[in-house]
């Protein structure tokens, strides 16, 4: 069932890439007088087809995972003079350009629109507080202790837990300080300066913020008491503000859950906050077992999880979504920068395995989810299809450009040469992204 629900996920998130990304090219080579014959989602074998009034094929191939329109082309195909100008390879160089580029701008327009789409009715998010910090990472060692709100990472405002893990996925390979402000009501706001050298450049499946000894965490807050429990018979309530126990003081969330697991019928002292007052009350944490038959310790409350809406209505949506669309551009134009410096390891590729992976777990979280990983997925295609690669859109595009400056085509052979010197490129990505799903599921 698992793997149905993967392949399910990975084979619509590559529909929907694949069919705007060919829809660009189409509805562009139309407007621009180059016939289209085929348009195609899926590879391979045609296993239905219909075909238009004006002549263009309309087809579903057997293996789907890519897509193609063929166009009238006098390299390819015999045609007839009067028609020659409705060629692909005859028609002006910026309209071959303008062909070539319209597939990848298809995607990072569907990159937009369902950033869009997530955020138009706007959601929830939990406002970035740092939980526990390791006491030997460099995050100590720069000063943070937990509970303070993350508001800035390197200058860029953080309004949640996933802007700042974008903003130190950005330094990996780096080597200087990673700059973190964060607020806290006492002091204000402060900025603290983390060292990194060669950040993360040799890990293959990085662990961006634990690196660094920080961890997603919510404040000591009590959201919800169960009812009989030990701490509803102590007297705490929903908005305590919980500071220390046993004059320990407690900064996040899991403070207060470890003390209290290491209590099981064990009292305990808490040092509360309520309605700006401090109250000290006695608590004895029931004892539970643990499956290793182990006893800990269980208050019976839950955090309450402060958050906030970010992209509400028309105007904030696209706001939102342009911020998005751009900011995961920036990173994986990074991202493929540092890979071909060396400052980042080729093995955080992704191939297939690990996106169906990846695709049929979010589709479980819910839509938004699913819906944001095709956007980003939608980017990575935008920048891919854009590399000067004779075999993709970029390819195409340097022809274009070539013709331009020059004022003569490239040759046929040159075309031919750089193809294959193109597929042999392709062909090693290929095998190394396999390679890395492979040693993923094997866990080396």
């Not at 126990?245 to 009292?267: G, K």
């Not at 751009?326 to 955080?348: A, E, P, R, Y």
């Amino acid at each position: 069932m698992q793997v149905l629900i993967y392949a399910s996920a990975l084979i619509g998130a590559f529909l929907i890439l694949v069919t705007a990304h060919e829809l660009g090219h189409y509805v562009v080579a139309r407007k621009l007088g180059v016939q289209v014959q085929r348009f195609s989602i899926g590879l391979g074998p045609v296993v239905w087809s219909r075909t238009s009034k004006d002549g263009v094929e309309f087809a579903l191939s057997a293996i789907p995972i890519g897509g193609y329109i063929s166009m009238l082309d006098t390299r390819t195909q015999e045609v007839p003079a009067h028609l020659e100008h409705k060629a692909f390879n005859c028609v002006a160089p910026w309209r071959q350009i303008a062909i070539a580029a319209a597939g990848p701008l298809a995607n990072l327009l569907l990159a937009f629109v369902l950033f869009w789409l997530v955020m138009f009715n706007g959601i929830q998010v939990a406002v970035p507080f740092v939980g526990q910090v390791r006491d030997d990472s460099p995050a100590y060692d720069a000063g943070l202790r937990g509970g303070e709100e993350v508001v800035a990472v390197d200058g860029t405002p953080v309004a949640q837990w996933m802007d700042l893990y974008r903003g130190a996925l950005n330094r990996v390979g780096d080597t200087g300080t990673l700059s973190i402000d964060v607020s806290t009501p006492n002091n204000g706001v402060s900025t603290h300066e983390i060292p990194i050298e060669s950040f993360l450049s040799a890990s293959t499946d990085p662990d961006v913020l634990g690196e660094l000894g920080i961890e997603q965490g919510v404040l000591p807050v009590i959201g919800w008491v169960q009812v009989d429990s030990a701490a509803n018979e102590a007297g705490l309530l929903s908005g305590d503000r919980v500071l220390s126990i046993n004059h320990i003081q407690v900064r996040v969330f899991q403070d207060l859950v470890d003390i209290v697991r290491a209590s099981p019928n064990t009292e305990i002292t808490m040092l509360i906050e309520r309605d700006g007052l401090s109250y000290t009350l006695q608590v004895t944490p029931d004892s539970m077992i643990a499956d290793d038959g182990s006893l800990y310790g269980m208050l019976g409350v839950k955090p309450l999880v402060e958050s906030r809406e970010i992209g509400q209505g028309i105007i904030g949506s696209m706001v939102y979504a342009g911020s998005e669309t751009w900011s995961f551009t920036v990173l994986t134009v990074t991202s493929i920068t540092k890979m071909i410096t060396g400052q980042m390891d080729t093995s955080n590729l992704a191939g297939p395995i690990t996106i169906a992976r990846v695709a049929g777990e979010v589709v479980q979280r819910g839509w938004e989810y699913y819906v944001r990983l095709i956007a980003m997925l939608s980017i990575s295609l935008f920048l891919i299809n854009l590399l000067p690669i004779p075999v993709l859109d970029g390819g195409h595009i340097v022809y274009g450009l070539i013709e331009m400056v020059t004022r003569r085509k490239v040759s046929l052979r040159v075309q031919q040469i750089a193809t294959m010197a193109g597929l042999a490129i392709l062909g090693c990505l290929i095998i190394l992204v396999l390679y890395n799903d492979a040693a993923r599921l094997a866990g080396i």
